[in-house]
Structures are given as structure tokens and as C-alpha cells.
Nanobody
């Protein structure tokens, strides 16, 4: 059984920064993909950023140049550095982890960008 837990959400002013963390634990072997997705009020879930075990990254168009995804040394953790935040970035941010034979979502962490 795999658990994925996010942390680091909160309230920030427009133009500010936040760093989200995600850790997978449990029966994890050879995680090959981790990523962040978000769902804003009244919106569908959308891609924020993903990273593979080889280090390849992919970003949603709305966050390119402002957000950076990275992995921890333990390879079961990922971080999302969010800079130049905008009110439209307000959403529940969920972490996703996958390997051969399993995948798992975290519960999500709320990010609110407001003055």
C-alpha cells in the first residue's frame, strides 16, 4: 500500500511564492513518475508539472516560467516551487506518483492567492 502526502499549501499574496512538498511512502519500488495537478473552483483538474525518474519535466502552459518541479535525493519526494503567484493559481494541488503496477494520489493541499 502506498501513501502520498502533500504539504506546504496556504495563503499567499499575488506575486508571492510557495513551495509544496510531496512524499510517497509504503510499498514503493522504482517510482518512475511523479507530478502535480490542480483543480480550481469550478474548473476541471489540470496538469501543473510532472517529472520522470530520468529527470524529464513537463509543465502546464499556464505555469511555465513561474513554477519549477524537482525531486528529492530519496527519489520518492518531489517539490513544486511556485513563484510569481497569481489569483488564478488558487486551487487544490494534488500529488500523483506512479510505478509499474501501481499509482496513487494524495489528498491535496489548498493554495490560495489573494490580497
Amino acid at each position: 500500500q502506498v501513501q502520498v502526502v502533500e504539504s506546504g499549501g496556504g495563503l499567499v499574496q499575488p506575486g508571492g511564492s510557495l513551495r509544496l512538498s510531496c512524499a510517497a511512502s509504503g510499498s514503493i519500488f522504482n517510482i518512475n513518475f511523479m507530478g502535480w495537478y490542480r483543480q480550481g473552483p469550478g474548473k476541471q483538474r489540470e496538469l501543473v508539472a510532472t517529472i520522470t525518474s530520468g529527470g524529464s519535466t513537463n509543465y502546464g502552459d499556464s505555469v511555465k516560467g513561474r513554477f519549477t518541479i524537482s525531486r528529492g535525493n530519496a527519489k520518492n519526494t518531489v517539490y513544486l516551487q511556485m513563484d510569481s503567484l497569481k489569483p488564478e493559481d488558487t486551487a487544490v494541488y494534488s500529488c500523483y506518483a506512479a510505478a509499474t503496477g501501481w499509482s496513487s494520489w494524495g489528498q491535496g493541499t489548498q493554495v490560495t492567492v489573494s490580497s
